[in-house]
Nanobody, 129 residues
Framework: QVHLVESGGGSVQAGGSLRLSCTAS????????MAWFRQSPGKERVGVAV????????FYVEALKGRSTISRDNTLNTLDLQLNDLKPEDTAIYYC??????????????????????WGQGTQVTVSS
């Protein structure tokens, strides 16, 4: 049975940092794009960052560019998202997700939900001003 479990969320003041982690079990992430999505209050869930299977390529949406780093450790079966200079608009539930088999990089970068097969339960990030 596949599980993706996020951790590392919390409450911080604007300008602070958090490191989110996602640990996979029952599933080897090595061959798949992995991504972070977030859902802000009252809004739809959107993709914010994605990393290629071997970690050599990363993509960030404009809102996080320059303030975040996505990384992975295929040996440990983990995915991380370092969030810096957090802003109140970053407040959201953050989800990790694993792409479906056969998803090439352009498809992964599109960050369309239907292309992602496995999801974690989410971790809350709250940023106060």
């Amino acid at each position: 049975q596949v599980h993706l479990v996020e951790s590392g969320g919390g409450s911080v003041q604007a300008g602070g940092s958090l490191r989110l982690s996602c640990t996979a079990s029952g599933y080897t992430i090595r061959s798949y794009c992995m991504a972070w999505f977030r859902q802000s209050p009252g809004k739809e869930r959107v993709g914010v960052a994605v990393i290629s299977p071997e970690g050599e390529r990363q993509f960030y949406v404009e809102a996080l560019k320059g303030r975040s780093t996505i990384s992975r450790d295929n040996t440990l079966n983990t995915l991380d998202l370092q969030l810096n200079d957090l802003k109140p608009e970053d407040t959201a539930i953050y989800y990790c997700a694993a792409a479906r088999a056969g998803s090439n990089w352009p498809r992964c970068v599109s960050l369309q939900e239907y292309l992602y097969h496995y999801w974690g339960q989410g971790t809350q990030v709250t940023v106060s001003s």
